[in-house]
């Protein structure tokens, strides 16, 4: 395991480098962030968490994110597992607006656990904000065909299997599964969500990976990047099980 965590650090740091030097890319955060965010009139005054913050560029956007990750990295401000966030110390009971990860509950071995868990964090109306894979037609042959990262729609439980380290235990068809095909792994979150204030929309359907991602970096100048963009984002909302490649869902503690 101390092997697998050394690697994963390495990975890390790579990844977060490769990132800050790709524009485009930085850009598509950009409006993910955004777009997680629009309902609040002042994201900057909120109390966040964000949980998996090693490679995120979530911070250069809202200096007030408190950022945390399993991986012992240096500028992180929080270290710990976040299954074990229901006894976290350093984050006080209820006195969390935001919970938020992004590309991070394929890489939980539970993640119905963790949502679970989190909402001691939170505050009344607080929120729980994540953005993950989405499989539309499209996507699905880019996600099982193209990307590095796992894929498994036949799991029977909503968990990883095997845990390797948190970078390289993931199956990214898993919060897709929970939230659009699995009503019954859905409902275990009942007890502590409102499930019928839950919201659930695509975000991007190319964009990113028209960025190169994290592992290339493509040569779209920038502002050709960000005229496409627009034209993306459309479409995945208007053709989502077509082309959508993400979805941002937002949870409500009952």
């Known amino acids: 395991m101390e092997s697998e965590q050394a690697k994963d650090r390495a990975a890390t740091l790579c990844n977060r480098a490769r990132l800050a030097a790709n524009q485009n890319l930085l850009f598509w955060y950009r409006e993910l962030y955004r777009d997680q965010f629009k309902d609040f009139s002042n994201p900057a005054a909120l109390s966040i968490l964000e949980i998996g913050s090693g490679t ?24 710990f597992d976040c299954h074990e966030i229901d006894k976290l110390d ?14 991070v509950l394929h890489h939980l071995k539970s993640p119905i656990a963790f949502l679970k868990r989190a909402v001691k964090k939170l505050k009344s109306g607080g929120k729980v904000i ?18 590095h990262e796992p894929v498994d729609f036949q799991i029977s439980q909503p968990e990883l299997g095997e845990v390797q380290g948190p970078l390289a235990s993931a199956n990214i068809a898993l919060p897709w599964l929970i939230f659009f095909r699995r009503r019954e792994w859905l409902q275990r979150l009942n007890d502590n969500f409102d ?25 779209v100048p920038g502002f050709l990047y960000r005229m496409l963009f627009r034209v993306d984002l459309a479409l995945s909302r208007r053709f989502p099980s077509f082309c959508a490649s993400f979805f941002t869902v937002t949870l409500t503690p009952r």
């Open 195 to 219: 499930l019928a204030t839950l919201s659930v929309r695509p975000f991007s359907a190319l964009s990113y990976m028209v960025t190169g991602g994290i592992s290339h970096r493509l040569p």
């Open 56 to 79: 995120s560029p979530l911070k250069q956007f809202l200096s007030n994110v408190v950022t945390s990750d399993v991986l012992d990295l240096s500028y992180l401000d929080l270290v």
């Open 90 to 103: 350093a984050i006080k009971d209820n006195s969390l607006d935001v919970i938020t990860l992004t590309n």
């Open 130 to 147: 994540a953005t993950e894979p989405f499989f539309s037609v499209l996507s699905t042959v880019i996600f099982k065909y193209l990307h």
